[in-house]
Nanobody, 125 residues
Framework: QVQLIESGGGLVQAGGSLRLSCEASGHPFSGGVMAWFRQTPGKEREFAAGIRWSGSNPSYADSVKGRFTISRDNAKNAVNLQMNSLTPEDTATYYC??????????????????WGQGTQVTVSS
């Protein structure tokens, strides 16, 4: 059974930074994609960033490009999301997701097999 355990959410002022981490346990991934999605009440879950398990092909939504950086941590079997220059529009619950198959595109949530419980990020103005 795969588990994705997120950490690092919290409250930050606009312009500040946060770092999210997602550790994968229970099954060693040999491929696939790890990604971060975010969701606010009443809206669909939206893609923020993704990366292949190998650490290649980082991909970002236009809304976060240039501000967020996704990376792999091989030692911890984890994926991190460094979020800089945060704005109130970044306020959401952030979910870690894992897809065990090969994906051409990372942005569709229905392609992901496993999800974390979510971590809240709140950016105050």
């Amino acid at each position: 059974q795969v588990q994705l355990i997120e950490s690092g959410g919290g409250l930050v002022q606009a312009g500040g930074s946060l770092r999210l981490s997602c550790e994968a346990s229970g099954h060693p991934f040999s491929g696939g994609v790890m990604a971060w999605f975010r969701q606010t009440p009443g809206k669909e879950r939206e893609f923020a960033a993704g990366i292949r398990w190998s650490g290649s092909n980082p991909s970002y939504a236009d809304s976060v490009k240039g501000r967020f950086t996704i990376s792999r941590d091989n030692a911890k079997n984890a994926v991190n999301l460094q979020m800089n220059s945060l704005t109130p529009e970044d306020t959401a619950t952030y979910y870690c997701a894992a897809a065990t198959g090969y994906l051409w595109y990372f942005s569709s949530p229905d392609k992901y097999n496993y999800w974390g419980q979510g971590t809240q990020v709140t950016v105050s103005s």
